[in-house]
């Protein structure tokens, strides 16, 4: 794997865009290892209620070029036999040796949304999410038994 910069949210008022770093394979055992500890990933960030978007119990995320990763899958369940949707564009964003998750909506619901969306016009903006604040030995986990 190696850094790449990349630019992104390019709009008319900021033509350049933002400059970012993003890990990016080097061959198709990364692209599927990083593709498989991503989805470990979001599902457990959807199980906490971390994500900001309603996604589907069932879903797969693949690399598709130059860092950027899909995640894919339905809302339908009846739909089974069609092609899954997909849904957001992931990142694995370095920046100062810490690495965060970058992500932009294609078809992702947000929370609270009933139907899917269509795909806006908008420029697509990325949010970061942090990881969890480390815990200190006081305060006890939920595996933790006092």
Known sequence: MKLDRIRINKTPQ??????IELVKPENPTEENLLAFLLTGYIRDL?????LPYELPDKFGIR????GSFILSGYYDESRFYEPPQPLLIIGIQSRQGRFSLIHAAIQARSRGEQQATSSSTQPITSATIEPPPEQTPESPDEHTTT
């Open 63 to 66: 690399h598709q070029t130059e």
């Open 14 to 19: 900021q033509p350049e865009g933002v400059e």
């Open 46 to 50: 959807k199980h906490d209620g971390r």
